[in-house]
Nanobody
Framework: QVQLVESGGGSVQAGGSLRLSCADS?????????????MGWFRQTPGKEREVVAG????????VYADSVKGRFIISKDDATRRLFLEMTSLKPEDTAMYYC????????????????????WGQGTQVTVSS
């Protein structure tokens, strides 16, 4: 049973900041501790494909970002609280989208943070709207 729940979305003006959070209930991958999870953030706007924003490896020391958000967004995870975060700064109107967190239970077969099919659990999304 997947239990990823995003929060922290909202409406901001261009140049503003938001911090997204994704909570895992502990049942998403019952055979793996949260510290094994590979996590990612994706976003989607109506009529477009869901695109990767950022990914983080199990240790938390490996991160990757889409070119469009490099230098503005930071992904992080807290294994103790089973939470994933996305710190978003210098927001632009083109960042407007529904943001989803995603999880993969292990990097044992490799870490493919930019590949949507790598992730097997998804949250319901949180809306971010940036006005100019």
């Amino acid at each position: 049973q997947v239990q990823l729940v995003e929060s922290g979305g909202g409406s901001v003006q261009a140049g503003g900041s938001l911090r997204l959070s994704c909570a895992d209930s502990g049942v998403t991958y019952s055979s793996y501790p949260y510290s094994y999870y590979c996590m990612g953030w994706f976003r989607q706007t109506p009529g477009k494909e869901r695109e990767v924003v950022a990914g983080i490896n199990p240790s938390g020391r490996g991160t990757v970002y889409a070119d469009s958000v490099k230098g503005r967004f930071i992904i992080s995870k807290d294994d103790a609280t089973r939470r994933l975060f996305l710190e978003m700064t210098s927001l632009k109107p083109e960042d407007t989208a529904m943001y989803y967190c995603a999880a993969s239970p292990s990097a044992a077969q490799g870490w493919f943070p930019l590949v949507r099919s790598f992730y097997t659990a998804w949250g319901q999304g949180t809306q971010v709207t940036v006005s100019s």
